[in-house]
């Protein structure tokens, strides 16, 4: 069942026991939008979250509007409930949210919440080259030799010959962000969200292991792609799919649910973004295809067109102008409104935990994200 914004002032989390959160959705739908709103949601009762980038856009930072991401975990906001327009849990302090530009992760080691401390959102864009250039480090001890590589257009060359093996990679990383540790034994982060490829790429993108399968049935990359699908495949992974209530997204969202499903990846919920607030009711809408021309021409005469003189020669000719205009507008709302209405069938057979954030016809800045992050928290996603 659909929630929508401003439902409910407080309810439990849907993904309790989740901590690795894959966002994806067709192009244009705002799917990096709402991975940096669920962000901002899940770290807003004091926890600490990394949002991760895969596609190397830096959409993370124009979001946030700081400058390019280097490729380290970097803190980029912190954030209240208060901040997100809930109302204050029992002990919570009064920190306020802010983004921050500069500073990186040099701060506490060990997860968990931060009790009445505001919470951090932390950020990574992953550099591919850097990340397999890691990985021959780690697993082969290249050292200088795997620079070297670079300089000779190795790594490029790799990773585009090799897709599975950058996914691998990329995976590898919010993977063991997700269960990485402090000194203290503690995990460092309590949830990764991860901007994920479009649903166009997804299943390939995360079923690592049918991808290197041809390139590698034993050796490190398998071992790697092994312990990656083990946190993909496992309760604690959601991959959740953003879409907007038009014919194409919905169809790429049911289709997209039926893929995960089919290579038995852990499916979310449903985000659907954008979400324009009813104009008519329901008895206006079913009434629009009628003929009502001259009572919305007496309607109108009735709310003041033509004047002070009233004459009705005069009403008439302030009002006839606008009837078609108007009418044609009334038709085409109750034309979208019923294509909505059926887009919402088609996401409700799904059964599946569905969201609905509205349309901000101011677009998206840094305020709106967080008001993405309370309609997230209020509907009971984070």
Not at 286 to 293: K, L
Not at 370 to 382: I, T
Request: glycine share 12%.
């Amino acid at each position: 069942m659909a929630r929508t914004p401003g439902q409910a002032a407080r309810r439990d989390p849907d993904w309790e026991g989740v901590r690795l959160h894959v966002v994806s959705g067709k192009g244009g739908t705002g799917k990096t939008t709402l991975a940096a709103a669920l962000a901002l949601a899940l770290a807003a009762d004091g926890g600490r979250v990394l949002l991760i980038e895969v596609e190397g856009r830096q959409g993370i930072a124009e979001l946030f509007g700081i400058a390019a991401l280097p490729y380290e975990e970097r803190r980029i906001a912190s954030v209240t409930r208060a901040q997100l327009g809930l109302p204050a849990e029992p002990g919570d302090g009064a920190d306020s949210g802010r983004t921050d530009s500069g500073r990186t992760d040099s701060g506490r080691t060990g997860g968990g919440r931060t009790g009445g401390a505001a919470g951090e959102v932390f950020a990574l864009a992953i550099d591919t080259e850097q990340a397999l250039l890691e990985y021959l480090e780690m697993f082969y001890k290249l050292g200088r030799a795997g620079k070297a590589l670079q300089k000779m257009g190795f790594i490029d060359f790799a990773t585009t010959i090799a897709p599975g093996v950058r996914d691998v990679l990329l995976t590898g990383k919010a993977c063991e962000a997700a269960r990485r540790k402090g000194p203290d034994g503690r995990l460092r982060y309590d949830a990764i969200v991860m901007d994920a490829p479009p649903t166009g790429r997804l299943t390939r993108f995360l079923n690592v292991n049918a991808e290197v399968a041809g390139l590698a049935r034993i050796g490190p990359i398998h071992t790697q792609a092994q312990a990656v699908m083990g946190v993909l495949k496992s309760p604690e992974t959601a991959v959740h799919l953003v879409t907007l209530l038009e014919e194409m997204p919905v169809q790429e969202t049911v289709d997209g649910f039926a893929e995960l499903r089919e290579v038995k990846l852990p499916v979310g919920g449903v985000l659907v973004n954008m979400v324009r607030p009813p104009v008519l009711d329901a008895a206006a809408v079913a009434a629009v295809h009628g003929d009502h021309r001259e009572e919305v021409a007496v309607a109108l005469g009735e709310a003041g067109l033509g004047g002070r003189s009233r004459s009705p020669e005069t009403v008439r000719a302030a009002v006839e102008p606008l009837l078609d205009p108007l009418l044609a507008q009334a038709r085409e709302h109750s034309e979208r409104v019923e294509l909505e209405r059926a887009q919402r069938a088609d996401l409700q057979r799904l059964r599946l935990p569905t969201y609905e954030l509205p349309l901000l016809g101011e677009g998206v800045d840094l305020g709106g994200l967080y008001r993405l992050a309370g309609e997230l928290k209020r509907q009971g996603a984070a």
